[in-house]
């Protein structure tokens, strides 16, 4: 559904429509709000597949960077090579 709406308003814009999107307060009985809502709720029970491949970059640089440092973190608490700040407890 999302990428169905995401196509019709590049077609639109394409077409030199203006498409902008605003806020409506909920029943505010403005031309087309109760078509929208029913949709919506008919969207959001829907059983269909799941649309996640537009992950925002921040998500993924933000994703890179912490497994980045879990694994440092993995490979210095595992190494006993060059740790001179890090304190030594024998294994027992």
Same mark, same amino acid.
Do not use: C
């Given at each position: 559904?999302?990428?169905?709406?995401?196509?019709?308003?590049?077609?639109?814009?394409?077409?030199?429509?203006?498409?902008?999107?605003?806020?409506?307060?909920?029943?505010?009985?403005?031309?087309?709000?109760? &078509?929208?809502?029913?949709?919506?709720?008919?969207?959001?029970?829907?059983?269909?597949? &799941?649309?996640?491949?537009?992950?925002?970059?921040?998500?993924?640089?933000?994703?890179?960077?912490?497994?980045?440092?879990?694994?440092?973190?993995?490979?210095?608490?595992?190494?006993?090579?060059?740790?001179?700040?890090?304190?030594?407890?024998?294994?027992?």
């Amino acid at each position: 559904m999302i990428e169905f709406i995401r196509n019709k308003i590049i077609s639109l814009v394409h077409l030199k429509w203006f498409v902008s999107f605003g806020r409506v307060k909920g029943h505010a009985r403005l031309g087309g709000n109760e &078509l929208v809502e029913r949709l919506a709720k008919e969207a959001a029970v829907e059983d269909g597949p &799941l649309v996640y491949e537009k992950i925002p970059r921040e998500v993924i640089v933000t994703r890179q960077k912490e497994n980045g440092l879990r694994t440092w973190e993995q490979q210095w608490t595992n190494t006993r090579k060059g740790a001179v700040t890090k304190p030594f407890f024998p294994r027992q």
